[in-house]
């Protein structure tokens, strides 16, 4: 069920959207096999495989809009979680902004040691620079919240959607089953 004050997508959304991720082409991910535009795809992508609900659809495709040009620009001091969930709120509602700004890894971190193992190089790098593990009594927190396992599963398709070369819903298609018109 949306949350209260989910915002009913529109055509104006959609264009910013698709131009801010087109935008992503070619930018590198970290030195990951990927550009930015592939790593989006391929989270969204498997979200839609996984049969997420639109919203998760939306922030796995999304989860990086905050390293987009024009959304940096908005927000240049704030860390990309943050300019991407803001920009995810506002044109598309609570739930997708909450999902981008959830920092699920460092609560994964801290709830399957077996998870950070699993981290590439690049992401045990960010996970530094992102504060590390996160403390018991935020994980808690984290984990009363209402959308915590569609944000766990995000952060899952984000760390999958590495694969250099691999197949994906277009563009396009990934905006439809995302609900964003
Ligand atoms: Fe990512």
């Known amino acids: 069920m949306p949350l209260e004050g989910t915002a009913v997508p529109n055509t104006a959304a959609r264009d910013r959207v698709r131009a801010d991720l087109l935008a992503t082409a070619d930018l590198p991910y970290g030195g990951e096999a990927v550009d930015q535009l592939a790593h989006a795809l391929q989270a969204g992508t498997l979200a839609v495989r996984a049969g997420a609900r639109p919203p998760v659809v939306a922030a796995a495709l999304l989860h990086d809009i905050g390293r987009s040009p024009g ?3 908005e927000l ?3 860390p990309h979680e943050r300019a991407g969930a803001a920009y995810c709120a506002r044109l598309l509602g609570h739930e997708v902004g909450w999902l981008v700004g959830a920092h699920a890894k460092r609560a994964l971190v801290t709830l399957e040691p077996d998870y950070a193992a699993r981290l590439s190089p690049v992401s ?7 504060g590390g593990p996160a403390a018991e009594a935020e994980v808690e927190r984290f984990l009363r919240h209402p959308l915590a396992a569609e944000a766990m599963l995000v952060r899952r398709w984000d760390d999958e959607a590495k694969v250099a070369g691999a197949p994906t819903c277009t563009l396009d298609e990934l905006l439809d089953i995302a609900g964003i018109r």
């Open 76 to 78: 240049p001091e704030a």
């Open 124 to 130: 045990v790098r960010s996970l530094a620079a992102q």
């Open 71 to 73: 959304v940096t620009a």
